[in-house]
């Protein structure tokens, strides 16, 4: 009986030694994982992208959110030497309502400058003196900014778009110097996303005034900052 007592505390003892272990371990894949698809990688799995925003952007959120609160849960439920709480049960529930939370974030707190850290920006950028003028803004640098958010703390970065430089030494000199902003105004990261040109037309509607509209332009180069 005794020894029956004994291999039953010792299957326990392992049964709760393998619920920390599993949920470690997910709860710091999902962490890595996030680190890496923010572009905080040195393998640069972005540069060159043909996307700025891929579909991958909106599926990887939840699914860290989802490894990341399994792995909480297992690990508390092997803590407390819980086997029976259902772990991927309120990870699921859970990462539900995290992903609607999200999506309403993006809507809500995205477009505009709320950083105040795209002026600088453009300034910088524009000070490599390449930057054709706008079609949009003529008399100014062809370089628009706006703030997004990205990752499972839905964190701020900069998105950045030239327009009209093709040659690589030029977008070179505009990311020095965009750089060497971010450094010295330690700003939030910045993704810089390279156009071939605008594509900018106007026309004129029936009241005589002028009517301005943007159609698909061919993105050139990616390159994240931070």
Not at 1 to 8: I, K, N, Q, T, Y
Not at 117 to 140: T, Y
Request: charged share 15%; hydrophobic share 45%; aromatic share 10%.
């Amino acid at each position: 009986m005794r020894g029956a007592m004994a291999g039953s505390i010792t299957g326990r003892a392992y049964s709760n030694r393998k619920m920390l272990t599993v949920g470690a371990l997910l709860l710091a894949s999902g962490l890595v994982m996030n680190y890496l698809l923010e572009r905080h990688n040195i393998f640069k799995v972005w540069e060159n992208s043909s996307y700025p925003i891929s579909w991958a952007d909106m599926l990887y959120p939840p699914l860290c959110v989802f490894l990341s609160l399994a792995g909480i849960a297992l690990f508390v439920a092997g803590v407390i030497r819980r086997s029976r709480i259902p772990a991927f049960a309120i990870a699921v529930l859970v990462t539900i309502f995290y992903t609607l939370f999200a999506f309403a974030m993006q809507f809500i707190q995205t477009g505009a400058d709320r950083l105040g850290e795209c002026p600088g920006l453009a300034q910088a950028a524009s000070s490599a003196n390449v930057i054709p003028d706008s079609k949009v803004r003529p008399g100014h640098p062809a370089v628009a900014c706006s703030v997004e958010r990205r990752g499972i703390f839905l964190s701020y970065y900069n998105d950045m778009s030239v327009y009209g430089i093709t040659d690589p030494a030029a977008q070179q000199s505009v990311l020095d110097r965009v750089a060497e902003h971010y450094r010295q105004a330690h700003t939030h990261p910045v993704q810089v996303v390279f156009f071939e040109s605008e594509n900018w037309s106007v026309r004129q509607g029936r009241n005589g005034a002028s009517l301005g509209s943007r159609s698909a332009e061919k993105l050139i180069r990616i390159v994240n900052i931070g």
